[in-house]
T-cell receptor, first 114, second 112 residues
Framework: NAGVTQTPKFQVLKTGQSMTLQCAQDMNHNSMYWYRQDPGMGLRLIYYSASEGTTDKGEVPNGYNVSRLNKREFSLRLESAAPSQTSVYFC?????????????FGSGTQLSVL | AQSVTQLDSHVSVSEGTPVLLRCNYSSSYSPSLFWYVQHPNKGLQLLLK??????LVKGINGFEAEFKKSETSFHLTKPSAHMSDAAEYFCVVTRGNTPLVFGKGTRLSVIA
């Protein structure tokens, strides 16, 4: 099993450019998440999708949009990239998002916005 | 709302000595608590979780954590550090079906 797959692994953007980060899981999980990781800040939740067809804002949603394309795929879009969005982005999934659920993480996307 | 505070941003230990990574939590109701580990340039991996069963939780690679409600703590320990334990460790809290809330992380260095 591949688990959670994120693409691309690295990306450099200029301010104002747009891009979409892709995430797919092959574990038949209901819940999917996008986090960003910044030095000294831990992981902060951007958006999540508790089930197919639903999305909700997390702690830091401004400047991002998401699409739960189907049960497997959950994409994150930056419409107009800003330097403050330079970060490492992680996608994760879990079975039902409940309190006993373990999160499975992708290997991350390192994004630099110049 | 729930939150976690990791009391040390960086901990350095010698190989073979005990490890203690401290975490305090805040939650209105009975929380679920987790420790995740992130090795350099890798994704995160679950070490252990507490979900209101036994208060002493054993995880992978010899790590364990004790849930202390009176102290609102969930510290991570290991009797003897190994070089491969060098990584970033995150304490995490959740309640019910709310998304996980991560602490800011503790970087563990292991000195040979």
């Amino acid at each position: 099993n591949a688990g959670v797959t994120q693409t691309p692994k690295f990306q450099v953007l200029k301010t104002g450019q747009s891009m979409t980060l892709q995430c797919a899981q092959d574990m038949n999980h209901n819940s999917m998440y996008w986090y960003r990781q910044d030095p000294g800040m831990g992981l902060r939740l951007i958006y999540y999708s508790a089930s197919e067809g639903t999305t909700d804002k997390g702690e830091v949603p401004n400047g991002y949009n998401v699409s739960r394309l189907n049960k497997r795929e959950f994409s994150l879009r930056l419409e107009s990239a800003a330097p403050s969005q330079t970060s490492v982005y992680f996608c994760a999934s879990s079975g039902s998002g409940g309190r006993n659920e373990k999160l499975f993480f992708g290997s991350g996307t390192q994004l630099s916005v110049l | 709302a729930q939150s976690v505070t990791q009391l040390d941003s960086h901990v350095s230990v010698s190989e073979g000595t005990p490890v203690l990574l401290r975490c305090n939590y805040s939650s209105s109701y009975s929380p679920s608590l987790f420790w995740y580990v992130q090795h350099p340039n890798k994704g995160l991996q679950l070490l252990l979780k507490y979900t209101s069963a036994a208060t002493l939780v054993k995880g992978i690679n010899g790590f364990e954590a004790e849930f202390k409600k009176s102290e609102t703590s969930f510290h991570l320990t290991k009797p003897s550090a190994h070089m491969s334990d060098a990584a970033e460790y995150f304490c995490v809290v959740t309640r019910g079906n709310t998304p996980l809330v991560f602490g800011k992380g503790t970087r563990l260095s292991v000195i040979a």
